[in-house]
């Protein structure tokens, strides 16, 4: 299960960047670009996702 939470978390932390670059406007194309609701979300995302990865890393292989 580990390796699924560190995938996991990987995804969380490439698409919370995404989202903070759309939300502040830094990747065009999108209805979320310049969209202060993303830039706040995406860190949150990508925090979560960090967390995910270091719980899953620290935990004892049974």
Request: overall charge positive; charged content about 10%.
């Amino acid at each position: 299960m580990r390796p699924l939470f560190v995938a996991l978390g990987a995804v969380m932390v490439l698409m919370g960047a995404v989202w903070t670059a759309q939300g502040l406007g830094y990747l065009t194309g999108s209805a979320m670009t310049g969209e202060s609701t993303w830039a706040i979300l995406g860190p949150l995302v990508a925090g979560l996702g960090v967390a995910l990865i270091v719980v899953a890393a620290r935990r004892r292989q049974r």
